[in-house]
């Protein structure tokens, strides 16, 4: 852990002995405990989702649910759920207005609390996510991983990870999976309870929700070498 402690000093991936990442933890640990929780957590929070899906339905309209295709494991595309967080506002033409611009204050609330990630507990129960793991992102970056990159789908998708928690949308797409990587190598019970308990200090302070003029961050390219 003591590598652990100098990546979130500097935000560098740290040096370090690298384990085995289909270990007894990941294999026999990591998914009941995502069934225990995710299952608790979807009982506790009923009422509050109601409420919030209620609220999303008079402020934003319908549908209250976004759902989009994200790539899971291995790669393979499951159907993430999140609360919406954005209205349907379009130009003259009948397109979308872009994201920022349909981004309202209730949105941008639900996202800085994280309240829009909510029904992804649905996705940890059924299998396509974990609590903790790289974030599931687009399809369309697929091909534009490099090798190294691509090793941040051994694990399931996870609602916060390691890279969420040491920066976020506050750095860059590289510094990213840099971090995802070393969570591949390295995690275990005590590294995602330390993350767990870490996304919760994030949400209350409010930090790296967004990149600097965006509404969340700019498009990955592909790595520039």
Request: charged fraction near 25%; hydrophobic fraction near 45%; aromatic fraction near 10%.
């Amino acid at each position: 852990m003591k590598a652990a402690r100098s990546n979130l000093r500097d935000r560098e991936v740290p040096v370090g002995r690298v384990r085995d990442s289909a270990g007894f933890y990941a294999r026999f640990v990591k998914r009941s405990l995502d069934l225990v929780v995710a299952s608790v957590a979807l009982v506790a929070l009923l009422v509050p989702s109601l409420l919030l899906a209620a609220l999303i339905r008079m402020k934003l309209g319908r549908p209250i649910l976004f759902t989009q295709v994200r790539p899971g494991r291995f790669g393979r595309p499951f159907r993430m759920f999140k609360f919406r967080t954005m209205t349907d506002a379009r130009d003259g033409r009948g397109d979308l207005l872009p994201d920022a611009d349909r981004l309202t204050p209730f949105g941008r609330f639900l996202r800085a609390s994280s309240l829009d990630e909510l029904p992804e507990l649905w996705n940890v129960l059924v299998g396509d996510m974990s609590l903790v793991g790289p974030r599931p992102l687009l399809m369309e970056y697929l091909p534009l991983y490099s090798d190294v990159q691509r090793r941040r789908h051994e694990v399931r998708p996870g609602i916060t990870g390691w890279a969420q928690v040491n920066g976020r949308n506050a750095i860059s797409w590289e510094q990213k999976f840099s971090l995802d990587v070393w969570y591949v190598d390295h995690h275990s019970l005590l590294l995602d309870v330390r993350i767990l308990y870490m996304t919760v200090l994030k949400v209350v302070r409010y930090k790296d929700i967004s990149q600097s003029g965006h509404a969340t961050a700019e498009k990955f390219r592909g790595t520039q070498l």
